[in-house]
C-alpha cells in the first residue's frame, strides 16, 4: 500500500550528492543507529493514529499525497538543508526555485513577473494583500462569503478595511452584488477565489474584469487550491473562460501542496508588474553578500524558507511537467470526471440532492429530509457511518436559505445545514467510484 521500492533510489542520490564534496577532509557523523531505529519505530507507531488520506476511501478534506518524486527529493535535500532566503544558505536551490516558479507563471501565461515560493497559501495571500494595501492605501479588499477565512484574517492583520460579498446559488461571487459594493465603496482589490475550498467554485473572472475597467481596482486571484486545473481538459465553458482570461490579472496564489504534489507547506505567489519588487527593498547586515544577483529573501516577507521544499517541486515538475498533454494534466482531467461521476449519481438518486454542479473535483450534496435540522442530523450520521467502513467524507455548513433553494420542502428551522462534502483530490478516485458509492449506499441501508 505504501511505496517502499522508491527508497532504494535515495540511498544511491545520497552517495552522488556526497560526492560533490569529497574534497573535504572526513568528520564523524556515525548515528546511534539502535537508537534512531527505537525511535523510528515509536514515531511510526504513534502516525498509525491517522486517517487513510494516501487512499481514495479518503474523499474528506483536501488530503492529497505528494508524489514519490518530491518525497525523495526533499529528503535527500535534507542532507544539505538549504535555506531559501539568501544564496549564502541555499545557492543551487535557489535556482531550482526561480526556474520553478517559472513554470508555474508560464502555465498562466505569464513570461514577465515577480514571484516565488512561500510556506504557504495563508502567507502567499498575506503579501498578495500587503502589496495591494501598499498601491492603494485605506481602500477596500472584497472577497466572496465563499472565500477563504484567511482573507479576512489578514486583513485585520494589516490593518485593511474587508467586506464579504454575497454569492449566488452555485457559491459563486454575486456580480450584482460586486458592483453595489463598487458602486457605493472605495474597493482597492476584488479577491476572486478559482477554487474555493468550501465547495470549489469558481468566481465570475471574466465579468469582473469587465468590471474593473470601468472601476479600477486591483484583481487578486486566489487560486490555492484550483490553480492547476487551467490544465484540465474537462472543465465547464465557465471555468474555461475563467483560467483563460487569468493572465489579465494583477496578482495570482497557488499552492503546489494541493494539486501540485508537493509536502506541507509549498505555496506560491505571483505578481504580473515586476516593479512590485520596489515594496519588498530593504538591507541586511549579513545575508547578502555573496552574489549580485538578485536574493529571494529580498523579494518576499518571510525570512528562512525550506529550500528542500524548492528542490522537490522543481524534481516534481521535471518528471511531471505542466503542460496539458502530459500525465500531471491528465491525472486533474481523471479527478473532476470522478466528480462529475459522484454528481450525477447523486443527482439521479431520490434520496439526495446536489447542492450545484461542481467546478472543479469538489462535490457538495445533502440527504432529502423535511426541515434543515433533519438533513443536517442525516448528514452526520452518514459522515459516522461510512468511517465506521472506512469511506471519509467530510461535513460541510452551508446557509439554510440557499439549501431552500434546491430542497424546496425543506422548512428552515435552522440558519445554516450540515451537508456532505467530498474532495476527489486522486486520480484513482474515479476507478474507485463503484466502490465509493457502495459504501455510500450501505450506509444509507443502515440508517433507515
Not at 487551467?230 to 471555468?239: E, K, R
Amino acid at each position: 500500500m505504501f511505496d517502499s521500492k522508491s527508497i532504494s533510489l535515495l540511498t544511491e542520490a545520497v552517495k552522488h550528492l556526497e560526492s560533490g564534496f569529497s574534497e573535504l577532509p572526513d568528520i564523524n557523523q556515525e548515528p546511534d543507529l539502535e537508537g534512531l531505529r527505537k525511535t523510528l519505530l515509536s514515531v511510526a507507531e504513534t502516525m498509525r493514529d491517522n486517517y487513510p488520506y494516501f487512499h481514495p476511501l479518503y474523499a474528506g478534506q483536501m488530503m492529497k499525497p505528494p508524489h514519490p518524486v518530491a518525497r525523495l527529493a526533499y529528503t535527500l535535500a535534507l542532507w544539505i538543508n538549504p535555506n531559501n532566503h539568501a544564496l549564502d544558505a541555499g545557492r543551487a536551490s535557489s535556482q531550482l526555485e526561480k526556474d520553478a516558479v517559472a513554470s508555474i507563471a508560464e502555465m498562466f501565461g505569464w513570461d514577465k513577473y515577480l514571484g516565488h515560493l512561500t510556506g504557504g497559501g495563508t502567507m502567499a495571500n498575506l503579501e498578495a494583500l500587503w502589496v495591494a494595501g501598499r498601491l492603494n492605501p485605506g481602500k477596500l479588499i472584497v472577497t466572496s462569503e465563499q472565500a477563504h477565512y484567511t482573507h479576512g484574517r489578514i486583513s485585520e492583520i494589516l490593518g485593511l478595511e474587508f467586506k464579504p460579498v454575497p454569492c449566488d446559488q452555485k457559491a459563486r461571487m454575486d456580480l450584482k452584488a460586486l458592483k453595489q459594493i463598487l458602486e457605493t465603496e472605495n474597493v482597492g482589490t476584488v479577491v476572486i477565489t478559482v477554487g474555493t475550498t468550501g465547495t470549489g467554485s469558481i468566481d465570475p473572472l471574466v465579468e469582473t474584469l469587465e468590471l474593473q475597467s470601468q472601476y479600477g481596482f486591483r484583481i487578486h486571484i486566489d487560486s490555492a487550491y484550483g490553480g492547476y486545473f487551467t490544465l484540465a481538459d474537462n472543465l465547464s465553458p465557465h471555468g474555461r473562460r475563467v483560467y483563460d482570461a487569468l493572465k489579465s490579472v494583477d496578482s495570482i496564489v497557488i499552492d503546489p501542496h494541493k494539486h501540485g504534489l508537493q509536502p506541507y507547506g509549498c505555496g506560491c505567489v505571483l505578481f504580473r508588474d515586476p516593479a512590485i519588487g520596489r515594496f519588498y527593498k530593504h538591507d541586511s547586515p549579513y545575508t547578502y553578500f555573496s552574489s549580485s544577483d538578485l536574493h529571494l529573501g529580498e523579494i518576499s516577507l518571510e525570512c528562512s524558507r525550506a529550500g528542500a521544499s524548492a528542490v522537490a517541486l522543481w524534481a516534481t515538475q521535471q518528471l511531471l511537467p505542466l503542460t496539458r498533454e502530459g500525465q500531471f494534466a491528465s491525472d486533474l482531467s481523471k479527478s473532476r470526471s470522478a466528480a462529475l461521476d459522484l454528481h450525477q449519481r447523486v443527482q439521479e438518486d431520490p434520496r439526495f440532492v446536489p447542492l450545484m454542479e461542481p467546478d472543479t473535483d469538489i462535490v457538495v450534496w445533502a440527504p432529502k429530509a423535511e426541515s434543515a435540522s433533519r438533513v443536517s442530523q442525516l448528514s452526520r450520521r452518514i459522515f459516522e457511518k461510512t468511517a465506521e467502513k472506512n469511506l471519509h467524507l467530510a461535513v460541510f455548513s452551508y446557509p439554510a436559505k440557499k439549501m431552500k433553494a434546491v430542497l424546496k420542502e425543506m422548512e428552515i428551522d435552522q440558519e445554516s445545514v450540515a451537508c456532505l462534502r467530498s474532495c476527489l483530490m486522486k486520480p484513482q478516485h474515479k476507478e474507485w467510484m463503484d466502490r465509493i458509492w457502495e459504501l455510500l449506499n450501505q450506509s444509507m441501508q443502515e440508517i433507515d
